[in-house]
């Protein structure tokens, strides 16, 4: 018997080429760029934002459900 066992989920991440798609999938929530080599996001304005070919386009709220951190690169 386990006491205290817990699981811990991550909501499943949907990706997208293009920022329009992913901006149609959630409507309500900023599109961010994730890098999925470095494990981070980068939101709009940000230098990195849409470059690479290690990334997509996601919602926010699913970058950060899946654990993926904010970078502080290219903040204007």
Do not use: I
Not at 7 to 22: D, I, M, N
Not at 30 to 57: E, H, I, M, P
């Amino acid at each position: 018997m386990m006491l205290g066992a817990g699981e811990v989920s991550a909501t499943p991440l949907t990706p997208f080429r293009y920022e329009a798609q992913a901006q149609r999938h959630c409507p309500r929530d900023q599109v961010v760029w994730l890098d999925f080599r470095k494990g981070v996001y980068y939101a709009r304005g940000q230098r990195r934002y849409g470059q690479g070919f290690d990334g997509s386009f996601v919602c926010l709220g699913e970058a950060r459900d899946s654990f993926y951190r904010r970078s502080l690169l290219g903040l204007r």
